[in-house]
């Protein structure tokens, strides 16, 4: 079913509890949320491992071959300059974005949001409580915006979980006035057809676009049955959000019939595409990047209602799960990201090997609705990670120096690798932070879920242990230092040197 709007009626009351930081008792009790059953970018979990398997990671240990258990391990060029822990939201860290001298942290349990006008010594300024995984997070002047990717029992922030078959299940977007930093306000709720896993924003002056994407490999979800080959496109006009709603649903795959849900990240099979994972925006040059499961995609924006495929590749040998994607700034490449193993699998080891839960990195060649998609070469971090730690490429974003293609990239618990791909043909790390696994007998999810640069700072949203903010000092990444920012979404790419 397509759900456009209101046509399952369900709205009630919208809640939120907004609180500054000390003011924690309503938050510490309340229900934690859950995600779908999807193991992409999935919650906390542990897993059991064999004791063969702890024995090799204790004599990796011993060896000195990894870190010790939250050992912090850095090249000379990068330093770690803050750390603040988790607070009263307790549930897995997600995303970030950021605003003037705000950091915003999406967390399974809500949000919270820094003052980083010092980044050594960030502040909380408030802690939100609305759970509903996975809280993809952006913001745009005055507005915040929160993906829901579980199923509810209502749109509210006092929402509980509840079986995707109920009627009165609620998942989709959320809408907040954040006009007053400490006290963010709740105003509006637009229901989508999957619920939303992850949303990309075009703002414009009037309005703000929002793509959402959204797919579940499970049966169990009635809105996502294939073929669920399309976004849910919502507007938002800023004056009036409390009027957002859904006004359209363009179909990216068309004529490809019902794939049947694939089973995203497992090693050695590649996802059929019934949805698309992620998608970013490069609005200065009217194009879009989709990772959609089983394919990575190129799109026209020139409409933001009505974004168009003029490209289409797959890798049916090494990528497992299309998770994400970022355009270089000249716009002639995309690095796409494959999430084996769903982000709760340890595939930075010598059996996986370099190719799999790795980046793409393709050249962009030719013109217009002409332009396509060629494959050049593969990234991946050059450490091995211990088989307790989650371990997969995730969400990265540009390090604006002009003439050169600089990334800085999240690896779950196989830290953060700063990298050039100026020459797609030959991508090499030249910065790195890890820390040790987390446990050494279970794999228990951690480690960092997205890792942006920011106005001279890299922001890390560590799962299990808080925020991290470094500091790189390399004359080659040091031009980006005179780049400063008023926003930044990492999924609507700016026009750094406009």
């Known amino acids: 079913m397509i759900l456009f709007g209101n046509s399952r009626t369900r709205r009630r009351h919208l809640g939120v509890v907004a609180v500054a930081a000390g003011l924690l008792g309503a938050l510490l009790t309340a229900q934690p949320a859950t995600a779908t059953?999807?193991?992409?970018?999935?919650?906390?979990?542990?897993?059991?491992?064999?004791?063969?398997?702890?024995?090799?990671?204790?004599k990796a240990?011993?060896?000195?071959?990894?870190?010790?258990?939250?050992?912090?391990?850095?090249?000379?060029?990068?330093?770690?300059?803050?750390?603040v822990p988790k607070d009263a939201l307790q549930g897995t860290n997600s995303d970030l974005a950021f605003q003037g001298k705000y950091a915003f942290a999406g967390n399974y349990d809500g949000f919270r949001i820094f003052d980083i006008s010092n980044p050594r010594a960030p502040k909380t300024v408030a802690q939100v409580l609305c759970p509903g995984s996975q809280n993809d997070i952006?913001?745009?002047?005055?507005?915040?915006?929160?993906?829901?990717d579980s199923s509810r029992s209502d749109s509210s922030c006092n929402s509980t979980t509840q079986p995707a078959t109920e009627k009165s299940s609620w998942e989709g977007m959320k809408v907040f006035d954040i006009s007053d930093k400490r006290n963010p306000k709740y105003v509006a709720a637009v229901e989508t057809a999957c619920g939303s896993h992850t949303h990309t924003l075009v703002p414009e002056r009037k309005n703000v676009y929002i793509y959402v994407s959204s797919y579940s490999p499970s049966a169990t979800y009635p809105d996502c049955q294939p073929p669920h080959d399309g976004i849910s496109v919502i507007k938002?006009?800023?004056?009036?959000?409390?009027?957002?709603a859904v006004i359209d649903f363009p179909v990216l795959f068309p004529g490809e019939g019902p794939d049947g849900g694939g089973n995203p990240g497992t090693p050695g099979r590649v996802s059929k595409t019934t949805g698309c994972h992620d998608l970013t925006v490069l609005p200065s040059k009217d194009l879009a990047a989709g990772a959609c499961m089983g394919d990575g995609i190129l799109l026209s924006i020139k409409n933001p209602e009505r974004p168009k495929v003029i490209d289409q590749v797959r890798d049916d040998v090494?990528?497992?799960?299309?998770?994400?994607?970022?355009?270089?700034?000249?716009?002639?490449?995309?690095?796409?990201?494959?999430?084996?193993?769903?982000?709760g699998a340890a595939?930075?080891?010598?059996?996986?090997?370099?190719?799999?839960?790795?980046?793409?990195?393709?050249?962009?060649?030719?013109?217009?609705?002409?332009?396509?998609?060629?494959?050049?070469?593969?990234?991946?971090i050059p450490r091995h990670q211990a088989d307790t730690e989650n371990c997969v490429?995730?969400?990265?974003?540009?390090?604006?120096?002009?003439?050169?293609?600089?990334?800085?990239q999240a690896w779950y618990q196989g830290g953060i690798s700063v990298w050039d791909f100026t020459d797609s043909k030959r991508p090499k790390e030249i910065a790195y932070f890890d820390r040790g696994t987390l446990t050494t007998d279970t794999l228990q999810i951690a480690g960092s879920w997205s890792a942006y640069y920011y106005n001279g700072y890299i922001y890390s949203n560590e799962i299990a242990r808080g925020l991290d903010v470094l500091k790189i000092d390399d004359r080659?990444?040091?031009?980006?230092?005179?780049?400063?920012?008023?926003?930044?979404?990492?999924?609507t790419q700016p026009d750094y040197f406009d």
């Open 61 to 83: 240990l011993k060896d000195g071959e990894i870190p010790g258990q939250d050992e912090i391990v850095h090249s000379a060029n990068i330093r770690h300059v803050a750390n």
């Open 393 to 408: 490429a995730h969400n990265g974003s540009l390090i604006p120096v002009k003439g050169k293609d600089l990334m800085v």
């Open 347 to 380: 595939t930075c080891n010598a059996e996986i090997g370099p190719d799999r839960g790795a980046d793409g990195i393709y050249d962009i060649v030719g013109k217009g609705d002409e332009r396509k998609l060629v494959f050049r070469s593969y990234f991946k």
């Open 318 to 343: 090494n990528f497992a799960f299309w998770h994400s994607a970022t355009f270089n700034q000249k716009a002639n490449k995309v690095v796409f990201t494959d999430e084996l193993g769903g982000g």
């Open 476 to 491: 080659r990444t040091d031009p980006a230092r005179r780049i400063h920012l008023r926003e930044l979404n990492v999924q």
């Open 138 to 148: 952006t913001v745009s002047g005055d507005l915040l915006f929160l993906s829901t």
């Open 236 to 244: 938002v006009p800023r004056h009036a959000p409390e009027k957002a």
């Open 37 to 58: 059953p999807d193991p992409g970018d999935g919650p906390a979990q542990e897993q059991k491992i064999s004791e063969s398997t702890r024995a090799e990671v204790r």
